[in-house]
Structure formats: structure tokens, C-alpha cells
């Protein structure tokens, strides 16, 4: 395997944990301009109002790239002009991925290689823990709960750290 330019650094934990805020703030203390991957895409108001308001906390260090399917895309044209990136998140990708008529396996294979073998900066990578609730009742969301599960699993192996955040506390897991 080559070796990656950066490190990659998993953060995981439950909805609203505080994992976005702890990556963001890690990837804050790198010096000069940071890259913010955001997954989320604005179909109401309520979204658009949360998208603009984290644009504005960020500030002017950083620099966004919607991208709701293409992450391996957007992350090759993003290079090496960065000091630090986040990935916010995961699991959004992957609900655009399966919604949507994109190729899901192609997909989250040309990521995870990128993942691999990309050279990149340093990237924070933010993801869901959903497999602790119920098993849900309908196919999507088991597909979802399954595939975000398997998903996670290659990211955190793949992954330099990995930290798990829990009610606003994080707690290395890996190594």
C-alpha cells in the first residue's frame, strides 16, 4: 500500500454528540486554509438556515465543497492545497448514495480507495454510529443500518485514529 500523505482520523458517535464540533476543532488547529466536505443538501429552509449557520461559524479559514455523491471526486480535486479536511458526514453520503440513482458500491469503492491510496491532507472524517438502536422495521432502513455499519467498519480500519464522542466527550479507540 503507498503511503498516504495524511492521516486519516475517524470520528464517530451518535446524533448530535458532539463529533462535528470535535472534528472541527482538531482540524481548527491546523495552520493555513482547511477544506470542509459538506454531505447534506439544502431541500427546506430549516436545512438551508442549519447549512448557513455552520458556514458562518467556520469562518474564513475555510473552504467548502458540497458534495453530495462524488467524494473520492471532490477529493482528488481538492489535493494537496489544503493543511486539513472534514468530512461531515458519512452517513448523509451514503443516505444521497442509496436515495438517490448513483452507484453506491462504485461509489464507496472509489472513496474507501481513495481513502487508501489518495494523496491527501490530514482528513477528519464524521460518521454516524447507527448500529445501537433497534433493528428497524422496514428493508431501506435495514439496508441503511447494514450498509452505514459495514461502511464504518472499512473507514475505521483504514483510519490512522479513531475516536468514538459520546455526550460531547471523546474517547480514543484506535490505536
Known amino acids: 500500500m503507498t503511503k498516504k500523505a495524511g492521516r486519516i482520523i475517524f470520528v464517530i458517535g451518535g446524533a448530535k454528540s458532539g463529533k462535528s464540533s470535535f472534528a472541527l476543532e482538531k482540524a481548527g488547529a491546523f495552520p493555513g ?3 470542509y466536505i ?9 436545512m ?21 455523491t462524488r467524494m473520492a471526486h471532490v477529493l482528488r480535486q ?10 461531515d458526514c458519512l452517513t448523509l453520503w451514503l443516505s444521497n448514495l442509496l436515495i438517490g440513482s448513483e452507484d453506491l458500491e462504485k461509489e464507496v469503492d472509489a472513496f474507501l480507495a481513495f481513502l487508501k491510496n489518495g494523496d491527501c491532507p490530514t482528513l477528519f472524517i464524521v460518521s454516524n454510529e447507527v448500529g445501537m438502536g433497534i433493528v428497524p422495521d422496514n428493508a431501506l432502513a435495514r439496508r441503511f443500518r447494514d450498509r452505514a455499519g459495514y461502511l464504518n467498519q472499512q473507514v475505521a480500519g483504514i ?10 466527550i471523546s474517547l480514543r479507540i484506535k490505536p
Open 48 to 68: 438551508r438556515e442549519r447549512i448557513e449557520r455552520h458556514q458562518a461559524q467556520r469562518g474564513k479559514e475555510w473552504d467548502t465543497f458540497e458534495e453530495p
Open 78 to 87: 481538492m489535493g494537496r492545497g489544503y493543511s486539513a479536511g472534514v468530512i
Open 38 to 46: 459538506a454531505t447534506a443538501q439544502p431541500f427546506d429552509d430549516e
Open 159 to 168: 483510519a490512522d485514529e479513531v475516536y468514538l464522542v459520546a455526550a460531547g
Open 33 to 35: 486554509k482547511k477544506a
